[in-house]
C-alpha cells in the first residue's frame, strides 16, 4: 500500500506495518557489538543504517557526530519556531550474544516464536529506537511536519559505557539544544501496563589481576608452598561484602541518601508481585541488604557486583596446575549522591589493601562510569507521558525507577541541562544482556502508537 | 662396531651407544599422546615400537597387557630361579605438546642444542624406559643372561592417570608377582647430583557448580537483591583454608603422621637453596603452613588446590551481567594415612556445608584418586640402590619425596605388595608437561651405566 494514501500518522504506521517491521529485522541482523573492537565496522555499518534510514524518515542535517569512539547519528526537523524541541535518544549498539550455545535460534537472525522476536539487540534498543523514528516518518510523511521540533540522538556505544558521549558533548553540543529528552532507551516493567521511569542507577567499572608466581606451576611439586592465587582471589573478593550482604568498602555508601516517605509512597503503589518475581528469576530467596524490599534495593540502592572471575583450568577433566593469575571484573551501581570516580577509587584502594601477602595486585580503573539520575517528581513531562501511556493502555501509569544506567541521564542533565523521560517498550523479562532477547511483537504495535501521540502531545510542553 | 667382539655390558653399551642414541630418537619420534582420542593410533604405535625392542633385547613374553585402554607392554627374562625378580615400570605415552607455537624446534622432532635433545616424551619417561630396555639387552647380549629375574612393565596410559591400570593388574595380576618395582619414571632434583625418593604424595580430585538463578541476569535490573554466584563462590572457598593458611575442611588432616625426627633429618640433608627456588618460581614469599620448611610442604603436607574458578564475562571490556553460574575444581595432594576418597567426600562435604542461602551446589567427585606412598626407610633396596648412584656419580646420594603422585606406586603395594623405588635420570628443571621439554645428553650416559650395574646389585636383594 502506498504511505500517502492514508491521513493520520497512526493510520499510515497501521498500513506500513508489515514493512517496518521487516525494517527493524534488518537492523537487528546487523551484529553491532560495541564492546568488541573487531566488531567496529558493524557497529559503523549499523551506524550508516540508522542515518539512511533518518534521511528516509524525512529528518535534516544528518550526521556523524565522533569523539574518536562509535559514531552517534544524529538528525533533526526544526520546522515549529514556537514549538519546544524535544531531543529523542536510543542507541543502536548492542551487547555481546556470548554465551553463543545457548541461544535456541542465532544471536543475529530474528526468529519469531510464540509472538516474541528472538535475536540480541531487538529488545535492547533497537526494537524503540526504530519505533521512535517510525513516528517521526508517519508524521512527516503524511502532515508534512512534526508538532513539536525534534533532535534524534542514536548512540552507537551505550552498552560499553557511553565513553565518548562527554566528548561529543564537547564537540557538539550546541547542536542540541532542546527543552527535554524522551529516550527510547529504559523498559517498563511489564508488558501490558504502563509506567514511566523517574530515576536511574549510575555505574562505575574496575577490574584486577592477581600475580603469585612468574608462571603456572605444577600443583604436585609446588603446591602448599606457593599461594594459589584463585584461594587469594576468593579470600579477596570474599572482603568486598560483610555478613549483613552490605558492601564492606570503606567510604562506600558517602553520599547515599536514605529513602524518604515519598520513596516509600513511589515503590508502594508498584504493583510488584515478589514470588512472581523470585519464580521468574528461577532464585529460591531473596538477597542484600536487610530490613529493604526488593524494589528498595534494585532502585535506591547502590551494589557492588562481581560480573565475572576467572583462572587456572576450565577444560573437561582436570588439570593439576597452580596457576600463576587469577582475574576478576566489577561493576557498582550508583544512586543519587554517589560520585562514579570516587566509589571506583574507593573499591581500588580496598583491594590494594586487603591483597593478600604473596600477591601482586594491578587494578584497572573502567571507562564509561555514570552518575546515577532522578527527575523531580513534579516535572511537567511526566503528567504529558503518563496520558499518553494511560491512552494508549486504558490503564492507570504509575511510577519506577530502573536499577540499571542510563548514562545519558546524568550526562545530559549536566552538560545539557536536560530532563530525561524514558518511553521504552521493552519490558524488564526480555532478557537483554542474556542469550534469548526477545521483544514483544504486541510492544511493538502499542510503541508505535505511543510514539506517534508523545509529538503532538509534548508540543505544549513549557520551553526552558 | 659389531657388539659381539666386547665383553661386559658396560663396554658392550659404549661400544653400542649411537646406535642406542639413534633408536631413543626413533621412539621419541612417534607422537604417543594418550589424551588425544585421534592419537590412539600413535600410542599403538608406539607400544609396537617398545615390544619389538623388547623381543631384540632377548626378552621372551613378550606381549600387549589390556583392558580396554591403551595396551601396557610386558616382557619377561625369567632364568634365575634363585634370584629375585624385579618389575621395571615405565610409560611410553607422553603429554599433549600444546601450545605447538611455544616450541623452538618441533615438538616430535627430537632436536639437539647444546646437549640437550629437544622433543615431548624426551624425558617424560621415553629417556629412562629405553634405559632400562638396552641395559637388559647389554647384559642379555653380551652375558646370554641377566643377574638377577626381570619383568618389565612399559605403560601406555600414565599421563592420562592410568585409568585402566588397576583393571590390567585384575587381569594380569598372576603374571606380574616381584620383589621390587624399579621405576624408570620419577626424576632425580639436579643433573649433577644422585638422590632417590623414597615417596611421592597421592591426589584426590572434584569439581563443583554453584547457581543461584535460573539464568544470567542483567546486573542492574537484579543487582543487590539477587545472590552474585561469583561472591557466593569466592566466600565458599574463602572458607577452604583458614587465617593460618591450613586446609579448614574437617577430618581433612585424619590420618596424617606427624613429620618425625628421622624425616627431618632427611629433609636437613637436601641441598635445598630456598633463594633460588623463590627466584626459580618468580615468587616472592614462601606460602602456607606456619612454622614448616618447604619441602616439609612439599613432600610431607597434604593440599588443597584450585586448579581453575571461572564464572561471568571473561572477554574484552565489561559485562554487566549478574551470572547463575559459578565453577571451580579442586585438586588435593595426599601424604600417607590419609584415603583419597575419604578426604574428596569430606571435601564435598564442607562444600555442601557452607554453600551461601539463596545457592545450590552440584559437586562431582573425579576419579583417578591414588593413595600417597612412602618405602620403609630402612628396605633393603634403598641402600643398593644409593650405592649404584654414589658410584656412578662420585658423590654421595641423599634422600628425596615427590610432591606430586605416581599412582601406580600406592597401586602396586595395594594390589601386588610391591615396593616402589624410582631410578628416573630425568630432573625436574626438564619442563615436562610443558613446551621445549628435553633430555641431558649426559644423563644418558650416566642412565645407561646405572641401569647396566642396578640388576647385579639387586641380585642378592632379600626375596619376599
Redesign the interface.
Known amino acids: 500500500m502506498d504511505a500517502r494514501t492514508t491521513d493520520s500518522p497512526e493510520a499510515w504506521l497501521r498500513a506500513n506495518r508489515e514493512r517496518l517491521w521487516e525494517e527493524y529485522k534488518e537492523l537487528v541482523r546487523i551484529p553491532s557489538v560495541s564492546?568488541?573492537?573487531d566488531h567496529a565496522g558493524e557497529v559503523r555499518r549499523a551506524a550508516d543504517w540508522v542515518a539512511e534510514r533518518c534521511r528516509k524518515a524525512g529528518l535534516d542535517k544528518v550526521q556523524m557526530l565522533d569523539a574518536g569512539g562509535h559514531p552517534t547519528v544524529y538528525g533533526e526537523w526544526m520546522g515549529a519556531p514556537d514549538a519546544p524541541t524535544i531531543l529523542v535518544y536510543a542507541h543502536f549498539d548492542v551487547?555481546?550474544a556470548?554465551p553463543l550455545e545457548l541461544w535456541t535460534s542465532p544471536a543475529f537472525e530474528p526468529t519469531l516464536r510464540d509472538g516474541r522476536l528472538y535475536a540480541r539487540g531487538s529488545s535492547d534498543d533497537k526494537a524503540t529506537l526504530f519505533i521512535s523514528l517510525a513516528a517521526i516518518e508517519a508524521w512527516i510523511t503524511t502532515s508534512g511536519r512534526l508538532p513539536c521540533n525534534v533532535k534524534v540522538f542514536y548512540e552507537g556505544e551505550e552498552e560499553?559505557?557511553s565513553p565518548t558521549l562527554a566528548g561529543i558533548l564537547d564537540r557538539h553540543g550546541d547542536l542540541l539544544s532542546a527543552d527535554l529528552c524522551l529516550s527510547a532507551d529504559g523498559g517498563m516493567m511489564f508488558p501490558d501496563r504502563p509506567d514511566v521511569s523517574v530515576g536511574?542507577?549510575g555505574?562505575c567499572?574496575l577490574?584486577f589481576t592477581l600475580r603469585?608466581?612468574?608462571?603456572d606451576?605444577?600443583?604436585?611439586?609446588?603446591?602448599?608452598?606457593?599461594?594459589?592465587p584463585?584461594?587469594a582471589?576468593?579470600?579477596?573478593?570474599?572482603t568486598?561484602?560483610g555478613d549483613d550482604d552490605r558492601v564492606a568498602v570503606k567510604n562506600f555508601y558517602d553520599g547515599v541518601r536514605e529513602t524518604t516517605a515519598q520513596d516509600r509512597a513511589e515503590l508502594a503503589s508498584v504493583p510488584f508481585d515478589e514470588a512472581a518475581w523470585l519464580s521468574g528469576?528461577?532464585?529460591?530467596?531473596?538477597?542484600?541488604?536487610r530490613q529493604r524490599t526488593?524494589l528498595e534495593?534494585?532502585w535506591l540502592?547502590?551494589?557492588l557486583?562481581?560480573?565475572?572471575?576467572?583462572?587456572?583450568?576450565?577444560g573437561e577433566?582436570?588439570?593439576?596446575?597452580?596457576?600463576?593469575e587469577?582475574?576478576?571484573?566489577i561493576?557498582c551501581?550508583l544512586v543519587p549522591g554517589q560520585d562514579p570516580r570516587k566509589v571506583q577509587e574507593a573499591v581500588a584502594a580496598h583491594l590494594q589493601a586487603h591483597c593478600p601477602?604473596?600477591a601482586?595486585i594491578s587494578v584497572r580503573l573502567?571507562g564509561?562510569g555514570a552518575a546515577a539520575y532522578e527527575i523531580a517528581p513534579d516535572h511537567p513531562a511526566l503528567a504529558t507521558i503518563e496520558g499518553v501511556l494511560e491512552d494508549v493502555y486504558g490503564m492507570p501509569c504509575f511510577r519506577t525507577r530502573?536499577?540499571?544506567?542510563l548514562p545519558l541521564c546524568a550526562v545530559f542533565k549536566e552538560r545539557l541541562g536536560l530532563d530525561t523521560v524514558p518511553m521504552s517498550f521493552s519490558t524488564?523479562d526480555e532478557?537483554?544482556?542474556?542469550?534469548n532477547e526477545f521483544f514483544r511483537e504486541a510492544s511493538f504495535d502499542r510503541g508505535l502508537t505511543a510514539w506517534a501521540r508523545v509529538y503532538p502531545a509534548l508540543a505544549t510542553l513549557p520551553r526552558r
Request: aromatic share 6%; hydrophobic share 35%; with cysteine.
Open positions: 564492546a568488541k573492537p551487547q555481546p556470548e560499553i559505557g536511574n542507577r555505574i567499572k577490574e603469585t608466581a612468574a608462571k606451576l605444577h600443583s604436585g611439586s609446588f603446591g602448599g608452598a606457593i599461594l594459589n584463585l584461594s582471589m576468593a579470600k579477596l573478593i570474599a568486598l561484602h528469576v528461577g532464585a529460591s530467596v531473596v538477597w542484600g541488604e526488593v534495593k534494585l540502592r547502590p551494589t557486583e562481581v560480573n565475572g572471575m576467572w583462572g587456572g583450568y576450565q577433566g582436570s588439570k593439576t596446575v597452580l596457576p600463576c587469577a582475574h576478576a571484573k561493576t551501581r601477602e604473596g601482586t573502567g564509561g530502573i536499577g540499571g544506567t524488564g532478557d537483554f544482556h542474556a542469550p
